[in-house]
């Protein structure tokens, strides 16, 4: 994965996202430290999936309860 300077990015902005759309990835460094990835779109680390935890996570039945009034003093500064 090549590592590009920010400024050599803006000058070379176009060919470096045909490098991109073409499947490649690019790391674009400020003061020699990677600070942002130019990568295809639809590439993600992690794959997401709506409704992905349905069945996995359970909520207390007591979850939206008010709370007691020494935790809302504490939120509220007193």
Known sequence: MP???IHEAQDHLSRLVD????????VIAKGG????RLVPMGTTRTSRRIGGLRG???M?????ALL????????NGG
């Open 60 to 64: 207390a039945d007591d979850f939206d």
């Open 33 to 36: 430290k990677p600070v942002a």
């Open 19 to 26: 490098v991109a759309a073409g499947g490649g990835e690019i």
């Open 56 to 58: 996995k996570v359970r």
């Open 3 to 5: 590592m590009v300077d």
């Open 68 to 75: 007691p009034c020494e935790v809302v003093d504490t939120f």
